[in-house]
């Protein structure tokens, strides 16, 4: 049994298949989000934790499946490394309120809110892409959380960070989550998973093959590729 | 005195006597040049931004011709705009053979797909690295286009100024529909053409130098653009 299946789910793709040319991506997933969760993708490089954020958020068509929405929830997506244009930290922020047609009075009061939420506010006038690595995810979570959203996809927003930033990412993504966001994160931090999710989905080669509370995929017992993920044994091609 | 030395002194001192025919034919080639160069960067950017996000049938082979009109010879452009243009053509009601809005259609028509070409290149590489995160914030595929260009403003800035460049240096298509007639549309490369095959080497001489001042300043401007972009990307971390 799922977990999300004894929820209403907010967001959910039965049987989803997605394909690169003839490389199968995502090998008939089926996954229910509900509203709040805090959702764990683990699994090695390549299992398919990108494209099944990509998936849910209707970046990427199905080759096979389908995606469904309760209503049309608000959806933001963080990636592992945020495009930051050549201008303002504050104009990097208002740029995916421009495109959701928020009048320009509001944009820039909740541009300003979002970098005071990531302690970003003194780089408001800062060129985005000067910033260091932690600082930009912090605004690329800023862009996010200035969108409202109810559901927040993070593709591994802290692999490549140090750990202080991590720290500080991690922290940020804690207090979302807090609120009342429902949170997705693809990472290969177990501990991070431990922190953060109640949930975690394990994927290999595109299949998804676990789909269990935090405490029992540490405890187990677990399918047995997921065990040897686990014990370390990574499952190469 | 040596004949070449000679006629650079008399080159240099028309330069800076600001001979008024002087003046006046650089004039109508920096115009046209220039006007043509903000036509072609503007048709040439919108075509460019669509060829790098619509998926249509027939999509290579459309790069493949764009790519191939950027060694477009100047001489076939004024071919085809003459026929155009010409009494017997299919725009010879216009009645603007031999104007100086004949020479920036021609150039305009030359200089277009390299800027096309080009941005086509730099749009489609940003969005390969970018465009999912701009549509993971609700972007189009023609706003993802049109938030990179602005973007890569810079880049497309140094497009622009090669493109007047290709412009303002070619003889061909503008000797064809402009027909190099004094006053009104001699502009320094036919001029340059026309004073050699008199024999009036200092005027050719002048010429000369006026436009390669204008080119070396223009490859000025593109090499400080560009070390201010590598300077900003590595200051960025995108570049070690």
């Known amino acids: ?237 | 005195m040596n004949p070449f030395l000679d006629s650079l002194a008399t080159a240099a001192r028309l330069v800076a006597d600001r001979d008024p025919q002087l003046l006046h034919i650089v004039g109508l080639s920096l115009s046209v040049s220039g006007i043509a160069c903000l036509v072609a960067t503007a048709l040439g950017l919108l075509a460019g931004a669509m060829i790098a996000v619509w998926r249509f049938p027939g999509r290579s082979g459309v790069i493949v011709v764009l790519n191939t009109l950027l060694a477009l010879p100047s001489v076939v452009v004024g071919l085809i705009v003459y026929l155009l243009l010409s009494r017997a053509g299919p725009l010879g009601a216009w009645g603007i053979l031999f104007t100086p809005a004949a020479m920036v259609i021609a150039q305009s028509l030359l200089v277009t797909p390299i800027v096309a070409a080009l941005a086509r290149q730099t749009i489609e590489d940003a969005m390969r690295d970018h465009g999912e995160q701009l549509r993971s914030l609700g972007a189009t595929r023609l706003e993802c286009a049109l938030i990179i260009a602005w973007d890569e403003r810079l880049a497309i800035l140094t497009l622009a100024l090669m493109a007047f460049g290709r412009a303002v240096s070619e003889v061909g298509a503008v000797m064809m529909v402009g027909g190099n007639i004094a006053g009104v549309t001699r502009v320094m490369t036919t001029a340059i053409a026309l004073e050699t095959s008199k024999g009036d080497l200092p005027v050719a001489l002048a010429l000369g130098f006026v436009l390669l001042g204008v080119v070396l300043v223009l490859n000025v401007v593109i090499g400080a653009l560009r070390g201010w972009r590598i300077r900003g990307d590595r200051e960025a971390g995108v570049l070690p």
């Open chain 1, 1 to 237: 049994m799922r977990l999300g299946d004894r929820m209403t789910p907010l967001l959910e793709l039965r049987g989803a298949t997605v394909r690169f040319g003839p490389k199968v991506a995502l090998n008939a997933v089926d996954l229910a989000v509900a509203r709040g969760e805090r959702i764990a993708l683990v699994g090695a490089n390549g299992s398919g934790k990108s494209t099944l954020l990509r998936a849910l958020h209707g970046l990427v068509p199905l080759a096979g499946g389908e995606r469904r929405m309760a209503g049309a929830p608000r959806i933001a997506m963080v990636f592992q490394r945020p495009f930051m244009l050549r201008m303002t930290v504050r104009a990097n922020v208002e740029l995916g309120l421009m495109l959701q047609r928020v009048p320009r009075a509001e944009r820039r009061e909740r541009a300003m809110h979002a970098l005071e939420r990531v302690g970003l506010a003194s780089e408001a006038g800062r060129i985005g892409r000067v910033l260091s690595g932690g600082q930009q995810q912090r605004a690329a979570l800023a862009r996010a959380w200035a969108l409202r959203p109810e559901v927040l996809l993070l593709d591994e927003p802290t692999a490549s960070l140090d750990p202080s930033a991590k720290r500080e990412v991690e922290t940020l993504v804690g207090e979302f989550a807090a609120q009342g966001i429902t949170v997705l994160i693809s990472s290969h931090n177990l501990g991070q998973v431990k922190r953060l999710a109640s949930r975690v989905v394990y994927l290999e080669h595109g299949r998804l093959l676990a789909d269990v509370p935090t405490a029992r995929f540490f405890d187990g017992p677990l399918p047995e590729e997921a065990m040897r993920f686990l014990r370390g044994e990574l499952p190469w091609d």
